[in-house]
């Protein structure tokens, strides 16, 4: 099993910035993707990054002027870095590891005020 535990995220004004983490314990023999989903209220949960363990990205076209996803594989840590946000990216931020299977961690919230 691995277990995934996020942390970073919060209340911000828009137009301000948050980080996200992501640390990975437990079971780890390689974890391929690892990245960042999220699900607002009403709305089906939707990707917005994910980074291979070579460190290929893949961004929503919503984010990916503002976002930024990186990884430390020593520490099994994905980071998403988050400028410029806008009231709609008010979510619960999911994050996902793949390690021959999908895990994922409990949440963060994120919330940006108008």
């Known amino acids: 099993q691995v277990q995934l535990v996020e942390s970073g995220g919060g209340l911000v004004q828009a137009g301000g910035s948050l980080r996200l983490s992501c640390a990975a314990s437990?079971?780890?023999?390689?974890?391929?993707?690892m990245g960042w989903y999220r699900q607002a209220p009403g709305k089906q949960r939707e990707l917005v990054a994910t980074?291979?363990?070579?460190?290929?990205?893949n961004c929503a076209d919503s984010v990916k002027d503002r976002f930024t996803i990186s990884r430390d594989n020593g520490k099994n840590t994905v980071y998403l870095q988050m400028n410029r946000l806008k009231p709609e990216d008010t979510a619960v931020y999911y994050c996902?590891?793949?390690?021959?299977?999908?895990?994922w961690g409990q949440g963060t919230q994120v919330t940006v005020s108008s």
């Open positions: 996902y590891a793949d390690q021959w299977r999908a895990y």
């Open positions: 437990g079971r780890i023999f390689s974890i391929n993707v």
């Open positions: 980074i291979s363990g070579g460190g290929s990205t």
